[in-house]
């Protein structure tokens, strides 16, 4: 029987409860597919700093390290932010992505014909939309130094640096223009070339990696036009690959597209390793009232299937039960819409595990 360690990390908010549910899928795909899925559980983020002083564990990043993949569900809340910047639970998650080396993060946006009213956007606008973005994550003013705040002349100023070296964006290129080669050979590369200097180098470093993959398209746009284009025009996007903080923003907008962030799943590669997490946050004003939406995660699940332990056939019929419960009318209240059944966090969690159990290959 084969098997496959992974790392469960939930974290803070709803991260439990939805994790909870993408367990209760890989329980039933594991059976179906007779593996085995080692499921160790560690804590991160606020949950961790609560039980042991620090936002990211030794043991947590050494259980990392040693899995095959990690499945994470979110971090944050209101009662750790008056920590010291270093002890918050974004550290950890940060801390996160740096030890495993996670440099490319993939964000797939997909609007399911069935929720295709629970967007603000006109359904002419946004019908059949399937675009990805590919976000670098370990460069940009989240890494940069100088940071930090200081007092000069008598006055507070704050300081983070946007650093990119051309290693990184070449790094970041050749996987978009792999993706792109994967689906229509579109590639979109989004910087601010006219103002900010770093990325007039992500630009050239971009154009020069394109040059080996001569049967991708690509195109360059600057960040604001990018922006309006995605609400203005989304249909003309395949893969889109920016810098860290653009697609930190770009990839929440996009979710606007699904209707609802809890339908956007994502995946953080590295070298040998790869994480899965929801692109939501963790929500603490609605966790333990069982209306969060796990679909994100579970689809984080079905990315973790096909990337990371080589199961596309199971991640494709993970994906074919998500959208056979909302196609059957079932919905979380983020996603409600009029003559739909409301369903809470458990239930919708379990409604996949059904279909998963029964749909056909």
């Given at each position: 029987m084969r098997q496959y360690r992974i790392a469960v990390l939930p974290g803070d908010g709803i991260g439990p409860e939805i994790v909870k549910e993408a367990r209760k899928v890989l329980g039933v795909v594991a059976e179906r597919a007779g593996v085995r899925f080692v499921m160790e559980?560690?804590?991160?983020?606020?949950?961790?700093?609560?039980?042991?002083?620090?936002?990211?564990?030794?043991?947590?990043?050494?259980?990392?390290?040693?899995?095959?993949?990690?499945?994470?569900?979110?971090?944050?809340?209101?009662?750790?932010?008056p920590l010291d910047y270093s002890l918050r639970p974004e550290r950890g998650l940060l801390g996160l992505r740096s030890g495993l080396g996670l440099f490319a993060n993939l964000r797939p946006v997909v609007v399911f014909e069935d929720l295709i009213d629970a967007s603000p956007l006109?359904?002419?606008?946004?019908?059949?939309?399937?675009?990805?973005?590919?976000?670098?994550?370990?460069?940009?003013?989240?890494?940069?130094?100088?940071?930090?705040?200081?007092?000069?002349?008598?006055?507070?100023?704050?300081?983070?640096?946007?650093?990119?070296?051309?290693?990184?964006?070449?790094?970041?290129?050749?996987?978009?223009?792999?993706?792109?080669?994967?689906?229509?050979?579109?590639?979109?590369?989004?910087?601010?070339?006219?103002?900010?200097?770093?990325?007039?180098?992500?630009?050239?470093?971009?154009?020069?990696?394109?040059?080996?993959?001569?049967?991708?398209?690509?195109?360059?746009?600057?960040?604001?036009?990018?922006?309006?284009?995605?609400?203005?025009n989304p249909g003309q996007f395949d893969v889109i690959v920016t810098t860290n903080m653009f697609g930190d923003i770009l990839s929440d907008e996009a979710s606007m597209l699904t209707g609802s962030l809890g339908m956007l799943p994502s995946a953080s590669q590295g070298e040998k390793t790869a994480m899965y997490e929801p692109s939501h946050g963790s929500a603490p004003d609605i966790a333990g009232k069982n209306i969060a939406?796990?679909?994100?995660?579970?689809?984080?699940?079905?990315?973790?299937?096909?990337?990371?332990?080589?199961?596309?056939?199971?991640?494709?019929?993970?994906?074919?039960?998500?959208?056979?419960?909302?196609?059957?009318?079932?919905r979380t209240e983020d996603i409600r819409q009029a003559g739909a059944v409301v369903v809470g966090t458990a239930e919708m969690g379990d409604l996949v595990a059904e279909r998963v159990e029964t749909l056909p290959a």
């Open positions: 559980e560690g804590l991160v983020g606020g949950a961790a700093y609560d039980r042991c002083g620090a936002p990211l564990p030794d043991e947590v990043m050494e259980l990392a390290l040693a899995s095959d993949a990690v499945l994470l569900g979110a971090v944050g809340g209101p009662q750790w932010e006109k359904p002419d606008v946004i019908r059949g939309i399937d675009l990805l973005i590919v976000r670098e994550l370990l460069g940009d003013a989240y890494f940069g130094k100088p940071r930090g705040v200081r007092v000069e002349n008598g006055q507070r100023i704050g300081i983070n640096t946007m650093v990119y070296t051309e290693a990184e964006i070449r790094r970041i290129a050749k996987v978009a223009f792999v993706l792109a080669r994967g689906r229509r050979r579109k590639l979109l590369s989004v910087d601010k070339a006219n103002v900010l200097e770093v990325t007039e180098l992500w630009r050239d470093v971009v154009t020069e990696t394109g040059r080996n993959y001569p049967d991708v398209e690509l195109r360059h746009m600057y960040v604001d036009n990018c922006a309006m284009q995605l609400i203005r939406n796990p679909l994100a995660t579970i689809l984080s699940a079905a990315m973790m299937l096909r990337h990371s332990l080589g199961m596309p056939e199971e991640a494709a019929i993970v994906e074919k039960a998500v959208r056979t419960v909302l196609k059957e009318g079932f």
